[in-house]
Each structure stands twice: as structure tokens, then as C-alpha cells.
């Protein structure tokens, strides 16, 4: 896949709105009773960016940045700052944030997921883009350095295999992977130092 492993600078997001969007199938029987059905396993994320931006300067950058992505052709990193931790909002990740899963004596990689929910209702969203060195691991409730992590997919490898039913957890900062949705960008020059952008968007990719 096209991607370029570069996040857009936080300066060019702030103002930005987005949200999160799912695929729901609904299908109205005679009875009057609804079956309803998702072809999504995970919901997709949604953004507007550059709608406040008024300095030439950042307007350029974005512009420059958007030209570095060939529109819409690469994707990028993206800060999504309502959730870009694996802890609550406000907290610090910790070794305890996420379990990953528990070992068997042979396996050692495992990947880097985050949970929304509890018990059976909870969904489990894979985290393929942590931030380098916000990743902390623990391995039967005691942190670990011993393992490394790809960056570029949120495998998580560690130097040895946890014995089997040892529990393996880890704490991480990420980012979204999104592309350009749209393949042009319209600046208004209002002032000899300032303008006016219309809104960018942006749309999360699966990697």
C-alpha cells in the first residue's frame, strides 16, 4: 500500500472536526421487525482540516504537505487528539492499558490492539501505527524492555516467549492512518499576510 510514514504537523490540525462513521445494512421485514447487519468489522474515522487556518504560512505548508502526498495518492499519519492513547483521555499509557494476549512457550509476537467497551460487547481495534517510544510492555504484570515493535504495522516482538498463560499487556501512543479525500485545496487571499482555506478532508485508510 501507498503510505508515507509522516504525520501532519499538529500546527496545520488544530480547529480540525471529525468523528467516526460505521456501515450499518438495515432490512425492514413485513412483520414490521428490522435485521440489521455491519460488512465493517471496525468503524472508519472522518476529518476536516485547514478550515481555520488564516496565516500564508501554515496555508503553504499544508499546501506543500498535500502536494508531498500527491493528493490523495499516499497516505500519512494523523493525530486524532479526542484518542490517541491507550489509556483514558488525560492519563499516562501504562504497562496495564491493553491485553494483548497470553503466551503458549512458543509464540512472540503479538499485536498492538485498543479496546472501546467491556466483556463480550467490547470491540477491538488494531493499532497499526504507534508513536516510537510510547510503547511500554509488561509480560506476566512486569514491565519489560526486552522486545521491539513496527512501527509501520504495531507488531509487538518480544526477545523471548512468555511461558503459556502468562498474561502479555502494553501501553502506547498512536496515530490514525488516513489519506487526502479530495484532490484539490482552494486558498482565498484575503490580506496582504492572511487568507482563507476551505476545509480539507481527510479519511482513515485501512494498512
Keep these: ?14 480547529g480540525s472536526t471529525g468523528g467516526l462513521e460505521r456501515r450499518t445494512e438495515i ?3 413485513a412483520s414490521g421487525f428490522e435485521r440489521r447487519s455491519t460488512p465493517w468489522a471496525e468503524g472508519r474515522r472522518r476529518y476536516l482540516i485547514g478550515a481555520n487556518l488564516r496565516s500564508l504560512t501554515d496555508m503553504a505548508a499544508l ?3 498535500f502536494e508531498a502526498r500527491r493528493g490523495r495518492l499516499y497516505g500519512f499519519r494523523f493525530r486524532d487528539f479526542t484518542d490517541f492513547r491507550s489509556c483514558p483521555s488525560g492519563e499516562t499509557p501504562g504497562t496495564a492499558d491493553q491485553a494483548l494476549g497470553s503466551g503458549d512457550g512458543a509464540r512472540t509476537t503479538f499485536q498492538l490492539v485498543k479496546r472501546y467497551g467491556v466483556g463480550e460487547d467490547a470491540l ?11 510503547v511500554r510492555v509488561a509480560v506476566g504484570g512486569h514491565e519489560t524492555t ?5 512501527l509501520t504495522t504495531g507488531e ?8 503459556p498463560g502468562v498474561p502479555v499487556s502494553a501501553g502506547f501512543e498512536f496515530d490514525v492512518p488516513v489519506r487526502f479525500d479530495a484532490d484539490r485545496i482552494e486558498v482565498t487571499l484575503e490580506s496582504f499576510e492572511a487568507g482563507r482555506m476551505s476545509a480539507v478532508p481527510l479519511v482513515e485508510v485501512r494498512v
Design 1 to 14: 500500500m501507498s503510505f508515507h510514514e509522516v504525520r501532519l504537523p499538529a500546527r496545520l490540525a488544530f
Design 27 to 29: 432490512v425492514t421485514l
Design 63 to 65: 499546501t506543500a504537505f
Design 124 to 134: 477491538e481495534r488494531r493499532i497499526a501505527k504507534p508513536v516510537a517510544e510510547t
Design 146 to 150: 526486552a522486545f521491539s515493535v513496527d
Design 156 to 163: 509487538l516482538t518480544l526477545d523471548a516467549a512468555p511461558p
